[in-house]
């Protein structure tokens, strides 16, 4: 039941397993960028040298610039924090608002339940992009409301595997006992269904992380995400198609930094979800 | 008969869903609604004459119903740029779509089947861990970048194929062809990787029960089999798959069709976006997101058809 | 004890049923009537699906009952508001079958125990860990125990645990539904012998639930046999256990397994147990009922009304009924039985003087 006594074996087994080892060397490349880039980056990502534009990888540019001059390396590190970041705050608000969601409707059951989880099942009959494009047209494209429409595009998920996870929980002798002891229902919510009700929902969390990358640079690249001179590796891909006969590399390297993100978490997941769920 | 009824039915209420979360969402434009629908400079009588048919100084629950009505009678307003009815332009940017949609189906398909059932059936060979981080690569690959790099390759470099525009396959074929090969290998290929490993795990599933084990202790032939029973009872959640992949390939589509200067619903959501044509964009929106919800219908009563085990249900 | 404790009257809850369409509904507790007097064991006996596990789910009001009336103590405890409920709670407590879902994974023993105490305010937090300390020998346990988490113990210890925190809000009243059936027979011995010390240092009443005839006739005062959702019969337990008047109290009792011929089997219990949909009209039982007559599958159940004083049968045969030797009951035989009945020679042999107030045998 508590997956907490397992979690340590369950890392070693992650990392033994040599597709999630590597998974987890990719996001951890990831995150490195994302800590230390702006410290390692040659170039500010903005700092436009018009002496040297379009030029491809050289000793002095490793990764070549773009139009304006710009170091795609710096560019690029700095793309990953953003990404990181969108990742992280569209996640973390999807928690933050999805885990009561899923809490009360699986503790309380019958209608309320009904009512939360109809309301959770519209969202997920929209295509996620399309939700996420609508609330850029509504709000207007910004880093912000980049978070905001991936939050809302990942809380439903996140209800549901918490209250699926709420409800198993709820039905055991130690919920029945304290309230058998007199404890409120919003006490027993938070202290004994709420921690107990974690595992799933992080997992799924973490396997969202992946998911919120690729929403984000498909908005960017659409020009309806995060907006220039903020560098996003989809913003840059938008701006490669321009230059593409010309200076291919600036289509290679932001498109092989979302390539290998992307694989990274995949890889992880993949590895998480058969040590969770075996049946190969 | 009465369970595909009851199916059928039971979608009214999620379209209805669809309908007031496309609402909200314009509704949360901030600004007076009547610049959001007319544009800013309009013209004040046509201003006030729209106010009273939408109801716009009502509370949103009104307004809603009065939109909802202009919805069922298939009055969605008019395009801010160009004048003509939304629901024109849906239905016409519909076609494109769909066109790219079949294309890209058979593409996966194609891919994605054999694949699927070669690394299915040479378990842990070397065929099947490359099938395997071949369609991990396949997923993990952004479609924009892909198509990028296509239109370097085959359109630019080797001049094989258009790098965008759109001809109807009934004025053209051949050009209409060439012209949507690249959108539709690219959106096909991302729709195989997952295909690929939906086959590889249901036709794992089949080839592990007692049924087939039986046929093979049986002397069947081993080929035989495997094309005969196995696929075919593998089918059935593949078909399921295909249609939830369709909806979850929108992304793959608004972006393809972007790249592509592809006239189909994706481009005419994202262009109407940028000319702040919020009619459009509501229209837009709401048609693909319903589309989206008809096709899982329809993949749920094709895989209810197939399975004979739900099919007496029906 | 002049008025009983708790007063259960004609409590009725009922399910609906899936797949039977709208108006459906099973009846798990069909108009059931319970009493306990304070410091005594109640005993509610019951094959599974008997309802039983809800009537003490009703009991504690976990549940609310479709009809019926509780009184604790003559006071409505059906119609309390928030504050009349948190002091019922308080008064009724539950220990509960399964041992390894009844607590916390994540909790220490310690704040298992302390917290319900500080939650009605009983003490402070000092005074809470001293008690914390004085219920862990109470219950055979150590108090150094207390920084530890559930699954550092055995299913025995853990049940022990169970009712310590049971205690520490001081009740009236503790449900125990099945406590012992997960366990090892030899430690359900130990368990039992358990609860029936603490009855008599504490003066708290049980309502005992089980299955098992033998663990509860050195447990309990009373007994009451539920069948499909009724109390089919109710008596003191020596009563019940020398002459039952109800067919169904003779098949249970000749069917627990012996040690030494074995399980016997449901030779008795055989037929059709009825569907809780459908109920067929007339007694529940009638089905596997050797003693069965034509007027037995018509009309309305057969109520339960006193055979003899104090003794309440639903039978409509009950004077009938041949005679019951007690040789045909194997319930003293079972290996439950004679381990608990070992413990209690045993321990009475020590506590010969001033035992006053002890269930007779």
């Known amino acids: ?280 | 008969m009465k369970m595909l009824l009851s199916r059928i039915l039971s979608i009214i209420p999620v379209l209805f869903g669809l309908c007031v979360l496309s609402f909200m969402l314009l509704a949360m434009i901030p600004g007076d609604p009547v610049t959001a629908m007319l544009g800013l400079d309009a013209d004040p009588q046509a201003a006030a004459a729209l106010r009273t048919k939408f109801a716009l100084g009502q509370p949103l629950p009104i307004r809603f119903i009065s939109w909802f009505g202009h919805l069922l009678t298939g009055d969605l307003g008019r395009s801010i740029q160009t004048g003509r009815p939304v629901l024109n332009m849906v239905l016409t940017a519909l076609i494109p779509t769909m066109e790219l949609g079949l294309v890209a189906l058979i593409v996966s398909l194609l891919i994605a089947i054999p694949a699927g059932v070669i690394s299915a059936s040479k378990r842990n060979s070397i065929a099947d861990y490359s099938v395997s981080l071949i369609s991990l690569a396949g997923l993990s690959l952004p479609s924009f970048w892909l198509a990028i790099l296509l239109i370097l390759f085959l359109s630019i470099r080797l001049q094989i194929f258009p790098s965008s525009g759109y001809v109807p396959f009934l004025e053209d074929p051949v050009a209409a062809i060439q012209h949507i090969a690249l959108p539709g290998i690219t959106l096909g290929v991302a729709m195989a990787a997952a295909t690929m490993r939906m086959t590889r795990a249901a036709m794992l599933d089949v080839l592990n029960t007692d049924y087939i084990r039986t046929a093979r202790a049986k002397g069947l032939p081993r080929r035989g089999v495997i094309w005969r029973h196995a696929l075919r009872n593998a089918l059935i959640p593949v078909t399921t798959l295909v249609g939830l992949q369709l909806g979850q390939l929108m992304g793959g589509v608004v972006v393809t069709e972007t790249v592509f200067a592809w006239p189909g619903i994706g481009k005419l959501t994202v262009d109407a976006i940028f000319a702040r044509d919020f009619p459009v964009v509501q229209g837009a929106i709401l048609a693909s997101a319903v589309l989206f919800v008809v096709i899982n219908l329809i993949t749920d009563l094709l895989y209810a058809t197939l399975d004979p085990r739900l099919r007496r249900r029906l | 004890m002049s008025k009983p404790l708790l007063i259960a009257n004609d409590l009725v809850k009922s399910f609906p049923v899936s797949g039977g369409g709208n108006q459906a509904r099973f009846r798990a507790v069909d108009g059931v009537s319970l009493s306990v007097d304070r410091g005594k064991t109640l005993a509610v006996v019951g094959e599974s699906g008997c309802g039983k596990s809800t009537v003490g789910s009703l009991l504690l009001r976990l549940q609310d009952a479709d009809s019926g009336r509780i009184l604790l103590d003559g006071e409505d405890a059906l119609a309390l508001d928030r504050a009349g409920l948190r002091r019922f709670r308080r008064r009724v407590q539950v220990v509960f079958q399964d041992p390894f879902a009844s607590l916390d994974p994540r909790e220490r023993i310690r704040d298992v125990l302390v917290r319900p105490m500080l939650l009605h305010g009983l003490c402070d937090r000092a005074t809470a860990l001293k008690r914390a300390a004085e219920l862990m020998d109470a219950v055979g346990l150590s108090a150094t125990q207390l920084e530890r988490f559930p699954h550092q113990f055995s299913g025995g210890q853990r049940q022990r645990i169970a009712i310590a925190r049971a205690l520490s809000v001081q009740p009236d009243l503790i449900i125990c539904d099945e406590p012992v059936s997960a366990l090892d027979v030899s430690v359900q011995a130990q368990v039992v012998n358990l609860l029936q010390d603490l009855q008599r240092e504490t003066g708290v009443a049980f309502i005992f639930i089980s299955h098992d005839l033998a663990v509860v006739r050195h447990l309990a005062h009373d007994v009451a046999v539920m069948y499909a959702g009724r109390v089919v019969e109710r008596a003191v337990t020596s009563e019940l256990f020398g002459n039952p008047y109800h067919p169904y109290t003779r098949a249970l009792l000749a069917a627990a397994p012996r040690i030494d011929v074995g399980a016997k089997g449901h030779a008795l219990l055989a037929g059709e147990p009825p569907d809780p949909a459908n109920p067929a009209p007339g007694c529940r039982f009638a089905g596997r009922c050797p003693h069965a007559q034509p007027s037995c599958t018509a009309g309305d159940q057969p109520p339960l009304s006193a055979v003899v004083p104090a003794h309440l049968s639903a039978c409509v045969f009950a004077r009938d009924l041949p005679p019951f030797a007690e040789a045909q009951s194997s319930a003293a035989h079972t290996p439950a039985a004679l381990r608990v009945a070992a413990y209690r020679r045993a321990r009475d042999r020590e506590a010969r003087s001033g035992d006053a107030e002890g269930p007779r045998t």
Not at chain 1, 198 to 218: D, F, G, H, R
Not at chain 1, 270 to 277: F, I, S, T
């Open chain 1, 1 to 280: 039941m508590s997956s907490a006594a397992a979690s340590p074996s369950l890392l070693r087994r992650l990392i033994e397993d040599s597709r999630s080892a590597m998974g987890m060397a990719l996001v951890a490349i990831l995150v490195a960028a994302a800590i230390f880039g702006p410290m390692l980056s040659p170039y500010g990502p903005d700092t436009a040298d018009f002496l040297a534009t379009l030029a491809p990888p050289s000793s002095a540019h490793l990764l070549g610039t773009d139009d304006l001059g710009r170091d795609v390396l710096s560019r690029i590190l700095a793309g990953a924090r953003v990404s990181l970041l969108v990742a992280v705050a569209s996640v973390g608000c999807a928690l933050v608002v999805g885990v009561p969601i899923g809490l009360v409707a699986g503790y309380r059951g019958k209608r309320t339940d009904a009512v939360l989880m109809r309301c959770m099942d519209v969202l997920l009959a929209f295509p996620g992009i399309l939700l996420a494009l609508g609330i850029a047209a509504a709000l207007g494209a910004s880093l912000v409301n980049t978070i905001i429409a991936i939050a809302v595009i990942n809380t439903p998920t996140i209800a549901r595997v918490a209250r699926a996870q709420a409800m198993l929980v709820s039905r055991l002798d130690y919920v029945k006992a304290n309230r058998a002891l007199g404890f409120g229902d919003m006490t027993i919510m938070l202290r004994c269904v709420l921690p107990n009700t974690l595992s799933p929902v992080l997992v799924q969390a973490s396997l969202m992380l992946a998911s919120s990358i690729i929403t984000e640079s498909y908005l960017s690249f659409l020009g309806l995400g995060v907006q220039p001179p903020t560098p996003t590796w989809g913003n840059m891909l938008k701006d490669a198609i321009s230059f593409i006969d010309q200076a291919t590399w600036l289509a290679w390297f932001p498109g092989a930094a979302i390539f290998l993100t992307v694989l990274g978490f995949n890889l992880f997941g993949d590895g998480l979800r058969d040590r969770l769920d075996p049946r190969d």
